[in-house]
Every structure is written in C-alpha cells, then in structure tokens.
C-alpha cells in the first residue's frame, strides 16, 4: 500500500521548502512505483501564494485514511501560521497518528509552536536560530546541522536541506539504492549526513564592510595561531562575553566554529591542490592533531581529509593517462 507524504502549506511558504522535497518524493515513487501518494494540504484548501508570488494547489488539511509522513515547510509565513489554531491541532494529531512528522527551514517553528520538540534537539535555518531560542527555550536547539532526527520527529535547515532531509527518508522508506537513483535525477549528492555543518557559505557570510571583516582577514591568514575566544574579543577590542554574542548575531555561528570552518576550508583546498600531507596541513591549518582534523572534516563535510586526497588522486590518474597515451601518439608519428 503506498505510504501517504502530506506537505502542509500557508500563505507565504518558501516554495523550495515544499517543492524540493516533492520532487525528491515523486522521483522516488518513480524508481519504486507504488511506493507513495503525494498531497499538498493547507488550512485553507485553494491557491497558496509562496512568498515569491508563485502559488500551489492545495487540500484540505487531514486525508482520508491516514497520514504517513508529514512534512511541514518553512518560510516568512511560518510566524502568522503560528497563530492558526487548525494547523496547530493538525500537527498534533499527525504526531499521535503519522509515522513521521518533518519540517523544512522555519517549519521547525510549526513543530515547536505545537509542543512537538519540548526537550528534545532540533534545527532550523541559521538566520533564525536566536529567534527560534527565545520563542521556545525548551528545545535543545542545533542550528550546526543539515537535519536533526529525534525518533519520529526530524527537522532541517534552510531550504535545500529539504532534499537531504527526503533522501533520508526515502532512504529509510526504500532503501539506500533507491534513495541514491533519486539523487542522481535530482543532480545532488548522495547524500550530505544529517550531522553535515550548514555553514557552507561561512566565508560569504561577513560582508567586506561589515563589523568583523578585519577580523576576518585576520583569522584567515592567522590559522595556525592559537585564535581563542579570549584573543579575537580583544582583537575585536570587546570583552569576551559581549563579542561571543554579537558575533553569533552577526554571522550565525560561535566564534569556534567559525574558526574551525575557516581552517576547514583552507585545509580542503590544499588537499585537494595534492601539494602536501593530511599531517603538515593539519599543522598548517591550526588543527595541530590530524585526528582533531578529521573530526571537523566529517562533521562539515561528511568525508575525512583521506577522502580529499584519494579525489585528487583520482582525478589526476586520467590526465597522468591521457598525457602518456598523448605522448605515445606523438612519438608514433614522429
């Protein structure tokens, strides 16, 4: 019997939060026919304009029968949705109900809003983790990861994570095979861990003009130095406690993670130039200890830094071929 997904919408949704995972879903149910029924559904059934003006069709909330799977986008709506009593009480009765119950971006103040995540870990889009702390101090909030998963209950970051997020259900549901030929269609990897930083942009994320550029510059040709709390406040001519908060506004992050995603990345692309070993680049990069090293390179990017390196290596032996083939031609001819 296909296995019911629900996408519960409202007014100003992010498209990408409910359509990425509709895809993800419908491709799947593709590669395994029979494996899903798909429905979007809002509390008021209809046209749902996105809050790009883009609209989707939509159900009644409930379904005949019963739920699934329910997945909650997110979006600028998601504050007003908050105050409707029907979606809240929806939500509710899917947790006793469904299988599973998921959020996508902001979704994750739709599960909090209905008492679904008190006392339990969860994540959200970075850009709204302090608001999310303060709305609901009771859930152990992670805004460092792709996706959260707390038995039935499964919360993600922003936007693209809500196709991580359905490849691991899909995987859960169809198993990895399945859940790999989906992420071929959709042309996205298979798949980022759940544990994966959301961080990528880290290094975009401080204006050149904005308040902690200098520092920036300063931690990225400073890596191998001991850059603790302590040191970047005073660099930054603040107390530590003060500039460990503003900071964190600013960018998202604690200042150690943002350092550890800065020596991260710098770590990465030396690696992959080949041009020396994982222990001098864990020294170069302020890691020190190559297993320190590691750690940071499966949490941030879901492989160790002798991943990196094998990559390299393999890209390397078809040129290293083709350049002997090439030369073997030449001397043929000549």
């Known amino acids: 019997m296909p296995r019911r997904v629900a996408f ?20 799947a149910g593709r590669i395994r026919p029979g494996s899903y029924q798909l429905r979007v559904i809002a509390a008021v059934p209809g046209a749902v304009a996105s809050s790009s003006g883009a609209t989707l069709q939509a159900s009644a909330l409930g379904w005949p029968g019963s739920v699934d799977t329910l997945i909650v986008a997110g979006g600028n709506g998601t504050r007003s949705a908050l105050d409707c009593r029907r979606t809240r009480r929806f939500i509710q009765s899917c947790a006793r109900r469904a299988r599973r119950v998921a959020s996508v971006c ?3 103040f739709l599960l909090a809003g209905a008492g679904l995540l008190d ?21 152990r909030l992670d805004p460092d990861c792709i996706f959260v998963r707390e038995g039935q209950l499964w919360t993600s970051a922003g936007i693209t994570a809500g196709i991580d997020l359905s490849l691991a259900l899909i995987g859960e549901d169809l198993g990895e095979a399945v859940a790999r030929r989906t992420a071929q269609h959709l042309v996205v990897y298979h798949r980022r861990p759940g544990g994966q930083s959301q961080f990528s942009a880290l290094l975009e994320m401080e204006p050149s003009q904005g308040r ?8 990225r040709t400073h890596l191998a130095a001991p850059l603790t709390v302590e040191r970047l406040a005073a660099r930054a ?37 080949g041009a020396r070993s994982v222990q ?11 297993e320190r090293m590691r750690r ?16 390299r290596r393999a890209l390397s032996a078809p040129r290293a ?3 002997l083939r090439q030369g073997a031609l030449a001397s043929a001819r000549s």
């Open 8 to 27: 519960l919408i409202f007014p100003r949704f992010q498209l990408l939060d409910a359509a990425g995972p509709i895809a993800a879903f419908e491709i």
């Open 106 to 108: 902001s979704g994750s």
């Open 119 to 139: 006392g339990r870990t969860a994540t959200t889009h970075w850009s709204c983790s302090e608001e999310f702390r303060q709305r609901f101090p009771r859930v």
């Open 212 to 219: 902690f550029a200098a520092l920036f510059d300063h931690l």
């Open 237 to 273: 001519c603040m107390s530590p406690r003060h500039f460990a908060r503003v900071f964190r506004e600013q960018t998202g992050v604690t200042p150690a993670k943002a350092v550890e995603r800065l020596r991260a990345d710098a770590a990465r692309a030396m690696l992959e130039s």
């Open 280 to 290: 001098e680049v864990a020294e170069h990069c302020g890691f020190h200890d190559p």
């Open 296 to 311: 940071a390179f499966l949490r941030l990017f879901g492989a160790p830094p002798s991943a990196m390196k094998r990559a």
């Open 321 to 323: 071929g083709r350049n």
